[in-house]
């Protein structure tokens, strides 16, 4: 039963307190119920005038609430280009046609942008999910005005564009098919073997220098996999998509993200080794960022899949994040800072010079651009 008491419901600060790991530990949902997810638990969002927390009060009434579904809500978006301005990342516009993603990632680091809709970063992200079904249009629109200027739109920074619901609503296909038309480049950074679907689309736009994709390969081990990323492809589709991508002619890249201090971070060189007999030619990797909700929803994920490394796997990423949980500092957010940083960087950089990765780089043109709808000029009176 959901109770809002004296006891339970509460007026929270805008940014407030890290939870105590064992105040976290008695929220946990029911694993029935949570079956198929990868957050624990569902606490409010940071922004909601009271916490509720679901409990049992002796007469058994959790056994009947609900498995959590997924429900889409239309987001009736004005805009589907998201600019943005931070020095330390490629692209300074992107695409997310969907908020929330089913594939139920525990690290996101999107989660806490559920928060904004009044929802939980926790099962609420990836169950209460959000899709723009008129993104394709709003994108024509958008690259059709007379004061555009093309740069390469970066899809899939936040949420996942190729999750499961992108089967039944293909926005991601009608996106690619308008900027196919239209000559314009793009990224995408998936995790998902859906791309394939697309790949007559990508292919194309590949012989014209317009498209690159990066596929996220956080593990190789399955049983991970599933209990981190619980609906997401596993690690071989992944690999397979890499492979096919390539062979079409499709400039390819994998991202080892996130590395987890003693969770996977052993992993590295075995997933590049992977990813270059998959014909990859650009690699990456992303420390482990832990923002907002975040960092208390993934502690209350280690402490039941992993309890023995709990405090260990903590204790390293403080000496990555100069003594913190998270350091949000341009320039640190990615990498992070210290011995154990470095020695991760090292191993990778090490690994990519062997496998002779990121030698070259296919560089995007907006060279042959051309906007869908242009606009007529006005003429001059004189």
């Known amino acids: 039963m959901t109770r809002s008491s004296s006891a339970t419901a509460r007026r929270l600060p805008p940014e407030p307190a ?71 990342i490629s692209f300074d516009r992107s695409i997310n046609p969907y908020r929330g993603c089913e594939h139920g990632c525990v690290y996101c680091f999107a989660r806490p942008t559920h928060a904004y ?38 899809i ?55 498209v690159r994709v990066a596929i996220s390969v956080t593990t ?34 994998v991202m080892v993200a996130p590395v987890i201090p003693a969770i996977n971070d052993a992993e590295i060189e075995r997933i590049l080794d992977a990813a270059a007999a998959a014909g990859v030619e650009g690699a990456g990797y992303v420390l ?3 923002p907002l909700e975040l960092r208390d929803l993934f502690r209350e994920w280690l402490a039941a899949n992993f309890p023995d490394r709990e405090q260990h796997v903590f204790a390293l990423i403080r000496q990555m994040r100069g003594g913190k949980d998270y350091d949000s500092r341009f320039g640190k957010r990615m990498s992070g800072s210290g011995p154990y940083a470095w020695m991760l960087g090292r191993r990778f950089e090490t690994a990519c010079t062997r496998l002779g990765l990121n030698k070259h780089k296919t560089e995007l043109t907006t060279a042959h651009f051309r906007p869908p709808h242009p606009q007529p000029e006005q003429l001059s009176l004189f």
Request: glycine share 6%; hydrophobic share 40%; no cysteine.
């Open 18 to 88: 890290p939870a105590a790991p064992d105040a976290l530990r008695g929220t946990a949902v029911e694993a029935k119920r949570r079956r198929g997810r990868g957050a624990l638990s569902n606490a409010s969002g940071r922004y909601e005038p009271v916490a509720r927390i679901a409990f049992d009060d002796g007469w058994q009434s959790l056994e009947d609430l609900p498995p959590f579904a997924t429900t889409v809500t239309t987001d009736t978006a004005r805009k589907v280009i998201t600019r943005n301005d931070s020095p330390d």
């Open 156 to 210: 899939g920074t936040n949420t996942d564009p190729y999750q499961p619901i992108e089967r039944r609503y293909e926005l991601m296909r009608r996106i690619l098919q308008v900027l196919d038309r239209a000559n314009h480049p793009v990224g995408i950074v998936t995790k998902s073997d859906l791309i394939l679907r697309d790949l007559d689309i990508l292919a194309r736009m590949a012989s014209r220098a317009l």
């Open 220 to 253: 190789l081990d399955a049983k991970l996999a599933r209990v981190m990323e619980p609906r997401a492809p596993t690690p071989p589709r992944r690999l397979a998509a890499l492979r096919g991508l390539s062979a079409a002619g499709v400039p390819t890249s």
């Open 288 to 290: 482990l960022r832990l």
């Open 117 to 154: 809709l009044g929802l939980s970063p926790g099962l609420d992200f990836e169950s209460k999910l959000f899709v723009k079904p008129e993104a394709a249009e709003l994108l024509e629109r958008e690259i059709s005005a007379r004061t555009y200027v093309p740069r390469t739109i970066a």
